[in-house]
Nanobody, 123 residues
Framework: QVQLVESGGGLVQPGGSLRLSCVASGFSLDYYAIGWFRQAPGEEREGVSCVSKNDESKSYRDSVKGRFTISKDRAKNTVFLQMDRLEPEDTAVYYC????????????????WGQGTQVTVSS
């Protein structure tokens, strides 16, 4: 049974940091790309970052480049999103999702989704 479980969200002040975790079960990250997406109220879900199978490539949306870092612990079948210098505009529910092979910017290409974790950046 394929499952993705996110954790690590919370309330943080502008300029602060959070690390999100996405624990995958039922499949190996050696064959799947993992993407982080976010959705703010009233907005469409958007891609934030992605790492392809076997860490062959990583990508970030422009607004988070230099602030967010995606990484993978293959032994724990877990993908992390380190978020530094957070801004109020980063406030959203963050989801991780999986698809075979390589990353895609299209939400609909991802087959499996976690339940999401809330990130709120506010003073």
């Amino acid at each position: 049974q394929v499952q993705l479980v996110e954790s690590g969200g919370g309330l943080v002040q502008p300029g602060g940091s959070l690390r999100l975790s996405c624990v995958a079960s039922g499949f190996s990250l050696d064959y799947y790309a993992i993407g982080w997406f976010r959705q703010a109220p009233g907005e469409e879900r958007e891609g934030v970052s992605c790492v392809s199978k076997n860490d062959e490539s990583k990508s970030y949306r422009d607004s988070v480049k230099g602030r967010f870092t995606i990484s993978k612990d293959r032994a724990k079948n877990t993908v992390f999103l380190q978020m530094d210098r957070l801004e109020p505009e980063d406030t959203a529910v963050y989801y991780c999702a999986a698809k075979m092979g390589y990353c895609s910017e299209y939400v609909s290409y991802f087959d499996y989704w976690g339940q999401g974790t809330q990130v709120t950046v506010s003073s």
